[in-house]
């Protein structure tokens, strides 16, 4: 799978027309422990840049933005039950929603690791 990231601190993990998506673990640690977390419903479409997602902490809300163009096809529900599964493991089990890719070429825009690692030291 081929994992990408935005300024806004989401990564994206592509698998064919599929992305998965998540907040980096960098995000997590700034909000501190997650209390509440709302996700998009299956079949929304959504928009590159578009706010989607929910994440709140005992710091601050933030919101979660969908780093690429698409149909929501699944959201995980366990985070929704359990808001801390993101603080424990933000970049596997904890991802947020999968999207179906309607525009290949946005993911070419995304930071590889390297870029992002740069952008938050």
Do not use: C
Request: charged share 25%; proline share 4%.
């Amino acid at each position: 799978m081929d994992r990408k990231f935005t300024p806004d601190h989401e990564w994206v993990s592509i698998d064919g027309d599929i992305a998965t998506v998540g907040i980096t673990d960098y995000a997590q640690s700034q909000l501190g422990d997650l209390v509440f977390v709302e996700l998009p419903k299956t079949g929304r479409a959504i928009r590159k840049g578009e706010a989607v997602a929910v994440v709140e902490s005992v710091k601050a809300a933030s919101d979660v933005y969908s780093p690429l163009t698409g149909e929501v096809v699944a959201v995980n529900e366990g985070i929704v039950a359990d808001p801390a599964l993101v603080n424990s493991d933000p970049e596997q089990s904890a991802w947020m929603f999968k999207v179906r890719l309607t525009d290949r070429a946005e993911v070419e825009a995304l930071m590889d690791e390297a870029a992002y690692r740069q952008q938050i030291t």
